[in-house]
């Protein structure tokens, strides 16, 4: 939409042209008047006007005048004279400003539209002139502070195939001033990070992240600032290098890199990670080499710490024979615990010899195990919630059939669950007894819901639905109330500074603390130590 200004001293000739054509029909939402230029000067320091429309001889100043200064101060600005002088001069000068058209009053109604139109029409031209070259300064200010992002944008976008035409990708490089030619090849190396040797917390994983990735650009890119690192997620990123020789020495330098570069994550990040070598390509057929090597990925089930290059292609799946479950059921019904956990491992052990071993097969492996161990709790008369927990869980699920050890792992957890709950259900001592006994003997550590239903063989949900019923507070509230009471105790029996108090009641921030005994017991630590020991003295 456009904002139009009329600036004349005659009121009759304002109101003439304001009703003289449908300006709404122009795209044209808000009208402005001004009698004089002093009063034009002030609209225009409130409104962005596009299109001015002015009288040439008025009181305070002409509307030549007044078009000197817009064309000094407001270049997008269209400007048509309407005047009943018909002065050469006038109109010469006009001309020299850049005004739109010079019309004599009384100015037909039909071609006083066929300007204003023109003039929306160079408004228009205008406005993308600007677009376009604010956005060109933008990318170059931004390239210049922001180069590494700006490259890994790109190439993300290239990696989603978001609009990979060879023209769309050159217009992209020109525009962001990126160094990359648009005919050079590149090779795409996939890092993924198969497994953690232990569970890291957010905080930690983003530092592992960064650390992994600073290691691949300073041993596979090599600093190369045409190559580039594009993270896919917290465990997978791309390296992009700029295409060398196909001979064969590179190649195995390439190999070599990414050898020395597995070996230094196992040994200093602790984490399994392969790297998955491309095929060279241009940049819009960088795609395709990706979904290539995502695929590779998919389908490595069994090797780990490897790297794998794309030309050799996937060995030919070899066929495997489907365990029978029963066996392993009859040795948890004779509670041989030992015997199932060695046959489990050997089992799983010989699928990383298999090549070309599919994921259906570790699906299928997975549901004659579930089937055999819901067999086997129903033959309890247990639930199966109460004894798997968070095994039968889809994220559980789906990551164990990433790999085959991740799948061991799975298994392996899976039985720990069962054969707990197998001893915990011959314990006659009664669950809340021993849910409290927990509590109390971890009460100085950050124990959690989930640790109190694994020690108990419980769902937390049912868990702790389970302790409100029988105990009238919740988990949460429980562990607090016996916390104040041991630093109570401490408080007043010993000679411990409240900091040291406060860890021992499990609680590493000292001001949470003051404020959670003051919320519990009317008074600060200090205040209550005072009190107690005066009334013990």
Same mark, same amino acid.
């Given at each position: 939409?456009?904002?139009?200004?009329?600036?004349?001293?005659?009121?009759?000739?304002?109101?003439?042209?304001?009703?003289?054509? $449908? &300006?709404?029909?122009?795209?044209?939402?808000?009208?402005?008047?001004?009698?004089?230029?002093?009063?034009?000067?002030?609209?225009?320091?409130?409104?962005?006007? $596009?299109?001015?429309?002015?009288?040439?001889?008025?009181?305070?100043?002409?509307?030549?005048?007044?078009?000197?200064?817009?064309?000094?101060?407001?270049?997008?600005?269209?400007?048509?004279?309407?005047?009943?002088?018909?002065?050469?001069?006038?109109?010469?000068?006009?001309?020299?400003?850049?005004?739109?058209?010079?019309?004599?009053?009384?100015?037909?109604?039909?071609?006083?539209?066929?300007? =204003?139109?023109?003039?929306?029409?160079?408004?228009?031209?205008?406005?993308?002139?600007?677009?376009?070259?604010?956005?060109?300064?933008?990318?170059?200010? +931004?390239?210049?502070?922001?180069?590494?992002?700006?490259?890994? *944008?790109?190439?993300?976008?290239?990696?989603?195939?978001?609009?990979?035409?060879?023209? *769309?990708?050159? $217009?992209?490089?020109?525009?962001?001033?990126?160094?990359?030619?648009?005919?050079?090849?590149?090779?795409?190396?996939?890092?993924?990070?198969?497994? &953690?040797?232990?569970?890291?917390?957010?905080?930690?994983?983003?530092?592992?992240?960064?650390?992994?990735? %600073?290691?691949?650009?300073?041993?596979?890119?090599?600093?190369?600032?045409?190559?580039? +690192?594009?993270?896919?997620?917290?465990?997978?990123?791309?390296?992009?290098?700029?295409?060398?020789?196909?001979?064969?020495?590179?190649?195995?330098?390439?190999?070599?890199?990414?050898?020395?570069?597995?070996?230094?994550?196992?040994?200093?990040? @602790?984490?399994?990670?392969?790297? #998955?070598?491309?095929?060279?390509?241009?940049?819009?057929?960088?795609?395709?080499?990706?979904?290539?090597?995502?695929?590779?990925?998919?389908? %490595?089930?069994?090797?780990?710490?490897?790297?794998?290059?794309?030309?050799?292609?996937? %060995?030919?799946?070899?066929?495997?024979?489907?365990?029978?479950?029963? =066996? &392993?059921?009859?040795?948890?019904? @004779?509670?041989?615990?030992?015997?199932?956990? !060695?046959?489990?491992?050997? #089992?799983?052990?010989?699928?990383?010899?298999?090549?070309?071993?599919?994921?259906?097969?570790?699906?299928?492996?997975?549901?004659?195990?579930? @089937?055999?161990?819901? !067999?086997?709790?129903?033959?309890?008369?247990?639930?199966?919630?109460?004894?798997?927990?968070?095994?039968?869980?889809?994220?559980?699920?789906?990551?164990?059939?990433?790999?085959?050890?991740?799948?061991?792992? &799975?298994?392996?957890?899976?039985?720990?669950?069962?054969?707990?709950?197998?001893?915990?259900?011959?314990?006659?001592?009664?669950?809340?007894?021993?849910?409290?006994?927990?509590?109390?003997?971890?009460?100085? @550590?950050?124990?959690?819901?989930? $640790?109190?239903?694994?020690?108990?063989?419980?769902?937390?949900?049912?868990?702790?639905?389970?302790?409100?019923?029988?105990?009238?507070?919740?988990?949460?509230?429980?562990? =607090?109330?016996?916390?104040?009471?041991?630093?109570?105790?401490?408080?007043?029996?010993?000679?411990?500074?409240?900091?040291?108090?406060?860890?021992?009641?499990?609680?590493?921030?000292?001001?949470?603390?003051?404020?959670?005994?003051?919320?519990?017991?009317?008074?600060?630590?200090?205040?209550?130590?005072?009190?107690?020991?005066?009334?013990?003295?």
């Amino acid at each position: 939409m456009y904002q139009l200004l009329i600036v004349d001293d005659e009121i009759h000739a304002v109101r003439a042209v304001q009703a003289a054509v $449908d &300006w709404a029909e122009l795209s044209i939402s808000q009208i402005h008047v001004a009698h004089n230029i002093k009063q034009a000067m002030g609209i225009f320091g409130e409104h962005p006007i $596009d299109i001015m429309i002015c009288d040439i001889e008025m009181p305070q100043g002409s509307g030549i005048e007044l078009l000197s200064w817009v064309r000094e101060r407001h270049l997008l600005t269209e400007s048509i004279f309407l005047t009943c002088h018909s002065n050469f001069i006038y109109a010469k000068e006009a001309i020299q400003l850049g005004s739109l058209d010079y019309m004599l009053k009384p100015v037909k109604l039909n071609e006083l539209r066929a300007v =204003v139109l023109k003039g929306v029409e160079k408004i228009n031209e205008k406005r993308e002139q600007h677009i376009s070259k604010a956005e060109s300064q933008y990318y170059a200010k +931004l390239w210049h502070t922001n180069r590494s992002i700006l490259m890994e *944008r790109f190439w993300q976008d290239v990696l989603d195939q978001r609009d990979l035409s060879p023209k *769309r990708i050159r $217009d992209v490089l020109q525009s962001r001033n990126l160094p990359i030619q648009e005919m050079d090849s590149y090779l795409p190396i996939l890092i993924f990070v198969q497994r &953690w040797a232990e569970k890291l917390n957010t905080e930690d994983r983003k530092l592992i992240e960064y650390a992994l990735m %600073n290691a691949a650009d300073h041993m596979i890119l090599r600093g190369d600032e045409q190559g580039q +690192l594009v993270r896919i997620t917290s465990d997978m990123f791309v390296a992009i290098l700029p295409a060398g020789t196909e001979a064969e020495d590179h190649t195995k330098n390439i190999e070599q890199m990414c050898k020395i570069y597995i070996e230094s994550c196992n040994g200093y990040f @602790q984490c399994d990670i392969s790297c #998955y070598v491309g095929e060279q390509g241009l940049i819009h057929e960088m795609a395709a080499r990706y979904n290539s090597l995502i695929c590779m990925k998919e389908s %490595n089930l069994n090797r780990n710490n490897h790297v794998f290059f794309v030309s050799e292609g996937i %060995n030919t799946a070899q066929s495997v024979a489907v365990i029978q479950m029963n =066996v &392993w059921l009859k040795m948890l019904e @004779q509670d041989a615990y030992d015997a199932i956990y !060695s046959e489990s491992e050997r #089992y799983l052990n010989s699928l990383k010899d298999v090549a070309g071993l599919k994921v259906e097969v570790l699906q299928q492996f997975i549901q004659s195990f579930l @089937q055999m161990l819901y !067999s086997f709790i129903q033959f309890k008369e247990w639930h199966a919630y109460e004894v798997l927990g968070e095994a039968i869980a889809i994220e559980q699920l789906s990551q164990a059939v990433r790999s085959v050890t991740d799948l061991q792992a &799975w298994v392996k957890y899976t039985l720990d669950q069962t054969i707990q709950f197998c001893y915990g259900a011959e314990d006659t001592k009664p669950l809340m007894d021993r849910i409290i006994d927990f509590i109390k003997q971890h009460v100085d @550590q950050a124990i959690s819901r989930e $640790d109190i239903a694994r020690h108990v063989n419980l769902h937390p949900d049912y868990l702790s639905r389970r302790f409100k019923k029988e105990t009238g507070k919740s988990i949460v509230e429980f562990i =607090v109330e016996e916390r104040i009471s041991m630093a109570k105790e401490l408080l007043v029996t010993t000679n411990m500074s409240v900091s040291e108090i406060a860890l021992c009641v499990g609680y590493s921030n000292f001001s949470y603390f003051s404020k959670i005994f003051k919320q519990g017991v009317r008074m600060n630590p200090n205040q209550y130590r005072k009190f107690h020991r005066s009334e013990l003295y």
